[in-house]
Structure formats: C-alpha cells, structure tokens
C-alpha cells in the first residue's frame, strides 16, 4: 500500500513558543512559566501525549465498528514520567524521552470484558503514534539553509 504523508511546518516565535501550521490549523507550542515559557500552549512533550490520546480515539472507534458493537467514546487518561537532566544539558545515562507512559481508558460500551480486552488489544496494535512511541523510527535532522 502506497505511504500517507503528512506534513507540517513550524515557525519559532520565541526561545520557548512555536507556530505550528498543519495543513489550515495552527497549534502553539510552549512551555508552562516554570520552566521558562508564557504558558500560551502544552509543551512538546504534552502534545506528544495528547497525540497518543487523539490516535487512540480514532483506532478505538474504528475497532469497535468493525468488531460490531455500540461504542458511544471513551474517556483516557495518560501520564508520562521523563527525567529532563540531558534536556537541561546535565550528564545523565537516563535517556531524554519519556522513561514510561501509563495509559488508562474507560470505554463508554455496552459489552462484555472479553469482548472490551479483545477491543483494547487490537487498538493498542493498530495505533500509529502508539507504534512510533513504542519503537524506533528512523529520523532525519538536516541543515537547510533558505
């Protein structure tokens, strides 16, 4: 099957806070003042997270559908711990991402448990950003000069 592409494109605005266009939307990015920023947006690693949640939306209902059963949503819940000593440019042997991500989901359906772990299963494997966030993905970062 031929590659979806999906591209966006970002604009710094200031040391913390970035512009990102995605097709006609925009999104802010910064960090909370505690961390130095104007707390006008969730911060990368928020938005990652809220990335994981949106996927997971999407895959859940879909899997429900096609399993056949009345699925009116599901509320998550995720928290990530990270260790931000390299971030900060401390020596650390920790790495910079997330060291875990916990994810709870209550799905608002009528079935039974087996049918619900059956459901959860295949939306856990079939989750495009729960895959990228589970695995390595190759990454490319060039210098380009406008």
């Not at 200031?14 to 707390?39: C, H, Q, Y």
Request: aromatic share 6%; hydrophobic share 40%; proline share 5%.
């Amino acid at each position: 099957m031929k590659l979806v592409k999906f591209k966006i494109n970002a604009v710094s605005e200031s040391p913390t806070r970035t512009v990102v266009s995605a097709r006609d939307f925009k999104m802010v990015i910064d960090e909370p003042k505690n961390l130095g920023g104007d707390d006008t947006g969730a911060n990368p690693v928020e938005f990652l997270l809220g990335a994981l949640s949106g996927c997971l939306n999407v895959v859940g209902h879909m899997v429900a559908k096609e399993m056949g059963f009345d699925f009116h949503g599901m509320e998550i819940d995720i928290e990530g711990g990270l260790n931000p000593a390299k971030f900060m440019g401390m020596p650390s042997k920790e790495r910079t991402g997330y060291q875990y991500i916990d994810v709870k989901i209550r799905p608002n359906a009528n079935v039974d448990e087996e049918t619900l772990t059956k459901w959860v299963k295949a939306v856990e494997e079939r989750c495009p950003v729960s895959d990228n966030i589970g695995n390595a993905t190759p990454i490319s970062i060039d210098l380009s000069h406008k």
